[in-house]
């Protein structure tokens, strides 16, 4: 076994902090399913019996979310959307879905300009909110060190801070003493 990674990657964090969560069954989200590796993790979270919705604005981020699902056979468990995430809410029930993530940036290795912007983000998280159960769980892994991602970092952070007295319980994961404002997760359980 190799030397553990600190800190640890705020993605596969936010992976282990949610995977308590989820349970075979459950419907479930990737907000922002780039080249799918939350996807996959989630998939396999959620058994033969559960549903994963992946949503993406960029036809390369679908293509290869699929080849990636495809190639692990659990594409059958996943539904794919060629669409923002600010359309989560006609896409599920309200207060049906178990857990909902979301990786904030760019796609990596593609063009950074199609980046996730801060009002369609808000946006989602409401219609993300409306649309987790009693006891599930949101998380939203955030940029706060480049350009177009300290606005939305701190927009979201404000959002999820403004949750508690709607009745979330929110936490907050991320390295400190940095040159560069480090990526962070937030996370949100609502009761
Ligand atoms: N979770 C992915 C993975 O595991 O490979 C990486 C996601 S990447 C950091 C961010 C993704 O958000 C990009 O693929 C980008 O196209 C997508 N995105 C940007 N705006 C979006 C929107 N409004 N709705 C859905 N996806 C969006």
Redesign the pocket.
């Given at each position: 076994m190799g030397e553990p990674q600190f800190p640890p990657r705020p993605?596969l964090l936010a992976q282990e902090l949610i995977r308590p969560f989820i349970h075979e069954g459950d419907i479930v989200i990737?907000?922002?399913?780039?080249?799918?590796?939350?996807?996959l993790f989630l998939a396999e979270c959620v058994g033969a019996s559960g549903k994963v919705l992946a949503?993406?604005?960029?036809e390369i981020?679908i293509a290869?979310?699929k080849a990636m699902l495809e190639e692990s056979g659990l594409a059958d468990r996943v539904e794919f959307f060629h669409?923002?995430?600010?359309r989560i809410i006609g896409r599920v029930e309200a207060a049906s879905v178990a857990v909902i993530?979301f990786?904030?940036?760019?796609?990596?290795g593609?063009n950074k300009d199609?980046?996730?912007?801060a009002d369609?983000?808000l946006t989602?998280l409401a219609a993300a909110s409306v649309s987790i159960k009693a006891g599930g769980i949101l998380s939203v892994?955030c940029?706060p060190g480049h350009d177009a991602g300290v606005g939305e970092s701190e927009g979201v952070e404000r959002w999820f801070k403004a949750q508690t007295g709607a009745g979330w319980r929110v936490a907050k994961y991320g390295m400190l003493g940095t040159q560069r404002l480090a990526p962070f997760v937030l996370l949100g359980l609502r009761k």
């Amino acid at each position: 076994m190799g030397e553990p990674q600190f800190p640890p990657r705020p993605t596969l964090l936010a992976q282990e902090l949610i995977r308590p969560f989820i349970h075979e069954g459950d419907i479930v989200i990737d907000a922002t399913c780039g080249n799918g590796h939350d996807t996959l993790f989630l998939a396999e979270c959620v058994g033969a019996s559960g549903k994963v919705l992946a949503f993406d604005v960029q036809e390369i981020a679908i293509a290869s979310s699929k080849a990636m699902l495809e190639e692990s056979g659990l594409a059958d468990r996943v539904e794919f959307f060629h669409e923002s995430h600010a359309r989560i809410i006609g896409r599920v029930e309200a207060a049906s879905v178990a857990v909902i993530m979301f990786n904030l940036g760019y796609l990596p290795g593609a063009n950074k300009d199609e980046t996730t912007h801060a009002d369609e983000t808000l946006t989602a998280l409401a219609a993300a909110s409306v649309s987790i159960k009693a006891g599930g769980i949101l998380s939203v892994v955030c940029y706060p060190g480049h350009d177009a991602g300290v606005g939305e970092s701190e927009g979201v952070e404000r959002w999820f801070k403004a949750q508690t007295g709607a009745g979330w319980r929110v936490a907050k994961y991320g390295m400190l003493g940095t040159q560069r404002l480090a990526p962070f997760v937030l996370l949100g359980l609502r009761k």
